[in-house]
């Protein structure tokens, strides 16, 4: 059919196949794609094993069971019949704990000691090494400490753990307005409130307790009503320090928490996001970028044969 006809079978411009292949060719440059790493070696393997959602699930299982017999030592009703069963159960605990441990320093070598939580996990299991007779008998009631460990294996409580760190710096101003304020009210109340109401404001060091115990809510109403008695316009101080203290400052330090838990979340997402489905992403970005290179093959193909045709120029 003759190309002035009009024909469907007329190829397209040229210029459109250049296009198409300037396109899949920028977007998809090899030497910007990461290959993916390959993972066969024995140190990978093991890490893959600690790394294991069910290897973790089963460190929870044991960090819970191990606190429940801790527990039973506590508990006259059971310490009697259960305490030797109690026992094993901790020894047997640690040992897993400490071989737990080993795989980890082996998977992750020196990275182990640059993670803040292995490092925890590290120290919480050491003391629990140490000997509790003699004069460390003392060192029994910290083996309690083990039930920590259960911060560092739910990834929830890590975040919320983190936040916590993270809100330090935003509450330490806070703070510092905190003690500013408690310390005026409480040259304010010694002043005022010293002769109606010795024991709660006779002296500074007593004005500040009973203030902050006022601040927490803690019988406030008590203290209040005592003093209320000889200087009836009393209330007017105690309203106002609740509302500055309770309902303000306080108020400050949840908003800090509350913020910085917001920034981990999002941190924790990005990282996600930046890390990809760890060796199933790095398969899924392999296919894609065969995808990608064949479709830049069929496009250069195609395109050396619309410029091999006679008069494709002309068009």
């Given amino acids: 059919m003759a190309a002035g006809t009009g024909s469907p079978l007329r190829p397209p ?3 459109r196949f250049i296009t198409l292949g300037n396109v899949v060719e920028s977007a998809s440059p090899s030497e910007a794609v990461p290959r993916p790493r390959e993972s066969t070696g024995p140190r990978a393997r093991l890490r893959a094993l600690v790394e294991a959602p069910a290897f973790q699930r089963a460190v929870t299982v044991l960090i819970v ?3 429940l017999a801790l527990g039973v030592d506590t508990v006259p009703a059971l310490s009697g019949p259960f305490s030797e069963a109690a026992a094993a159960v901790d020894q047997v605990a640690l040992a897993l704990f400490t071989a737990e441990l080993g795989l980890r320093l082996v998977a ?7 993670d803040p939580w292995s490092m925890f996990d590290l120290a919480v299991v050491a003391i629990a090494l140490l000997p509790d007779s003699g004069g460390l008998s003392v060192l029994r009631a910290l083996r309690v400490l083990r039930v920590l460990r259960l911060i560092s294996a739910v990834p929830s409580m890590r975040r919320v753990v983190a936040a916590l760190l993270g809100a330090i710096p935003g509450m330490v101003s806070t703070i ?14 010694t002043e005022l409130f010293a002769e109606a109401a010795p024991d709660h404001f006779g002296d500074l060091g007593a004005s500040l307790f009973t203030l902050f115990q006022i601040m927490t809510g803690d019988g406030w109403s008590d203290v209040s009503r005592e003093i209320m008695k000889s200087q009836p316009l009393a209330w007017a101080f105690f309203v106002v320090y609740i509302l500055v203290t309770t309902f303000a400052v306080l108020n400050l330090f949840i908003a800090i928490v509350v913020s910085a838990m917001e920034e981990e979340a999002r941190l924790d ?3 996600d996001r930046g890390a ?3 060796p199933e992403g790095e398969a899924d970005s392999a296919a894609v ?13 195609l395109r050396a044969e619309v410029a091999g045709r006679p008069g494709t120029a002309s068009r």
Avoid at 108 to 114: E, I, L, N, S
Avoid at 177 to 188: E, H, K, N
Avoid at 289 to 301: I, K, M, Q, T, W
């Fill in 13 to 15: 411009p040229r210029d």
């Fill in 276 to 278: 990809g489905a760890g």
């Fill in 108 to 114: 992750h070598g020196r990275r182990f000691a640059r």
């Fill in 289 to 301: 970028l065969a995808e990608v290179r064949a479709l830049s093959a069929r496009v250069e193909a």
């Fill in 65 to 67: 069971v191990n606190a």
């Fill in 176 to 189: 510092g307005l905190l003690v500013l304020i408690l310390y005026v009210s409480g040259v304010m109340a």
């Fill in 269 to 271: 997402l990005e990282n």
